[in-house]
């Protein structure tokens, strides 16, 4: 996650702000459900550079916008009413496409 709600400051701050200022990364919490979060610092890894970014220290709450696989689910219900019971079945796979550029310039 980019961002994050600070209690300290009782508003949304990003990664980066928290970066440049440590005594931020206290009372961080997920900006939909609310859980505990930490900061991980911009970091270099062999070649790269990993970016400043929050993470959960628990599961995130299913109605939450972060919480990965309930969001599959919504999206997978709203496709087919039964999908849901036909994967616990193991009667077909199902493949979420995720597109990432324009189509057409639309």
């Given at each position: 996650?980019?961002?994050?709600?600070s209690e300290i400051l009782n508003k949304e701050?990003?990664?980066?702000?928290?970066?440049?200022?440590?005594?931020?990364?206290?009372?961080?919490?997920?900006?939909?459900?609310?859980?505990?979060?930490?900061?991980?610092?911009?970091?270099?890894?062999?070649?790269s550079v990993v970016t400043a970014c929050f993470?959960?220290?628990?599961?995130?709450?299913?109605?939450?916008?972060?919480?990965?696989?309930?969001q599959m689910g919504i999206l997978a219900r709203?496709?087919?009413?039964?999908?849901?019971?036909?994967?616990?079945?193991?009667?077909?796979?199902?493949?979420?496409?995720?597109?990432?550029?324009?189509?057409?310039?639309?």
């Amino acid at each position: 996650m980019k961002k994050a709600f600070s209690e300290i400051l009782n508003k949304e701050v990003s990664a980066e702000e928290v970066n440049k200022n440590e005594s931020l990364k206290v009372g961080l919490k997920c900006r939909d459900c609310v859980i505990p979060m930490s900061h991980r610092r911009a970091h270099k890894w062999y070649e790269s550079v990993v970016t400043a970014c929050f993470v959960r220290q628990q599961e995130h709450i299913e109605s939450c916008q972060y919480y990965a696989v309930g969001q599959m689910g919504i999206l997978a219900r709203l496709s087919d009413d039964d999908v849901l019971s036909r994967l616990d079945k193991k009667n077909f796979i199902f493949r979420l496409t995720m597109i990432h550029d324009e189509l057409d310039g639309k």
